[in-house]
Antibody, heavy 122, light 110 residues
């Protein structure tokens, strides 16, 4: 079965750090691009970060640039999101979303995980 | 990057057709044929319905169709069914290597 499973969420204090993971299975991880998309409680979807296939090109939303780092490990079939200097408005469900490589740009998020909840609060 | 504009809510009766619009600008929807649509039921992950404006992934019902005119993309659901009641989001590639979602539309099946 094709799936991605996120983990690593939890409660963290403002200014703290957290590392999210996304484990892929059922398909060739290295053949795909990936994204992180988040959803604050009761709110809409917000694109957070993107990584191309290796060697990776990465892009970030302005709201997380300089604080979040997306990375991938093809040997482990895993995607990561290192988050630092967390703020209350980073509180959200974080989804890992697979993206088939499309020219010239990523055109769709075709497989989503169930998400992992990150709560930033003192 | 500002969110794309969607109506907050739409409604329809079973069997009817409804259309959800998604308005952007020349820097996103109007400049790229990279609009996708997602359905999200409460407490569930989003599901891809439409990509590249009008293409349907395998397994998605032909009742779902997409189109675009200028800076506005549209999702039409025909033959409305109770199971279509959900939140719907559009998404577009935007300039300077970012992607932007719409604010979401709540569909109520009366």
């Amino acid at each position: 079965e094709v799936q991605v499973v996120e983990s690593g969420g939890g409660l963290v204090q403002p200014g703290g750090s957290l590392r999210l993971s996304c484990e892929a299975s059922g398909f060739s991880f290295s053949d795909y691009e990936f994204n992180w998309v988040r959803q604050a409680p009761g709110k809409g979807l917000e694109w957070v970060a993107y990584t191309s296939r290796s060697p990776a090109t990465v892009f970030y939303a302005d709201s997380v640039k300089g604080r979040f780092t997306i990375s991938r490990d093809s040997a482990r079939g895993s995607l990561y999101l290192q988050m630092k200097s967390l703020r209350a408005d980073d509180t959200a469900i974080y989804y890992c979303a697979r993206a088939p490589e499309t020219v010239p740009v990523n055109a769709r998020f075709d497989v989503w995980g169930r998400g992992t909840m990150v709560t930033v609060s003192s | 990057q500002s969110a794309l504009t969607q109506p907050a809510s739409v409604s329809g009766s079973p069997g009817q057709s409804i259309t959800i619009t998604c308005t952007g600008s020349r820097t996103d929807v109007g400049n790229y044929n990279v609009v996708s649509w997602y359905q999200q039921h409460p407490g569930r992950a989003p599901k891809l319905l439409i990509y590249e404006v009008h293409k349907r992934p395998s397994g998605v019902s032909p009742r779902f169709s997409g189109s675009k005119s200028g800076n506005t993309a549209s999702l039409t659901i025909s033959g409305l069914q109770a199971e279509d009641e959900a939140d719907y989001y559009c998404c577009s590639y935007a300039h300077v290597n970012t992607w932007v979602f719409g604010g979401g539309t709540v569909l109520t099946v009366l």
